[in-house]
Every structure is written in structure tokens, then in C-alpha cells.
């Protein structure tokens, strides 16, 4: 049972530390340049005509 509390902890610790800050900056950037989150037309496929 010690087992099992010790591996959620870590689980939990590591999500604060790595996957959290990450998640932050990445919507971070996304807000401070909206150009970049938004898909360019000129990249679109475009149709057989």
C-alpha cells in the first residue's frame, strides 16, 4: 500500500513539475502571437480544379 501511495505521489509531483509549466508557456505564447496559433490559408490543400 506504501508502494502504491509513494508511485501516485511521484506521479502527481512530476505532472505538477513538468507537464503543468509546460502547458502554461505553450498557452502563454499562444495568446502573446496569435498569428502563430492561427492556420494560414496559403498551407491549406487546395482542390483539383
Known sequence: ???I???AAF???FALWV???RF???RRH???NPMAAMPR???APQ???
Open 41 to 43: 490559408e496559403e498551407f
Open 5 to 7: 501511495a509513494a508511485g
Open 24 to 26: 502554461i508557456l505553450r
Open 19 to 21: 507537464i503543468v509549466p
Open 11 to 13: 506521479v502527481g509531483l
Open 47 to 49: 482542390a483539383a480544379d
Open 1 to 3: 500500500m506504501l508502494a
Open 30 to 32: 499562444n495568446e502573446s
